[in-house]
């Protein structure tokens, strides 16, 4: 197996840990946990891609990553404060007694 493969399979294993936290998770802050590995599996393909490929003087990939990275501490942030907002309202972060924005 070549380095870019090894990259490869620790970024599913990775993006599986956080899918699976992000699924089987009541709690809405581990929700936002599971929803951050998946974005970091997804950086660390960027840049094996990028290190790996014909070209790794263009920096590409980690134009790429960078701009990842920001829309990520974005959307914890975001994440986060809506999170606080719905916290301040019902007294809970479990996901499944939140039905208040139910039609």
Known sequence: MNPLSDYLLLSAF????????A???????????????MLNAAN???????????HPEALTGVM????????AAAEAAVGLSIILA????????DLDKLNSMKG
């Open 14 to 21: 990775l993006f599986s840990i956080g899918l699976a936290g």
């Open 64 to 71: 790429f990553a960078i701009f990842s990275i920001s829309v």
């Open 44 to 54: 660390l393909n960027f840049i094996a891609f990028w290190r790996y490929g014909p």
């Open 23 to 37: 699924l089987t998770r009541r709690n809405a802050i581990l929700v936002l946990i599971g929803i951050e590995l």
């Open 86 to 93: 719905v916290y301040r309202h019902s007294r809970t972060t």
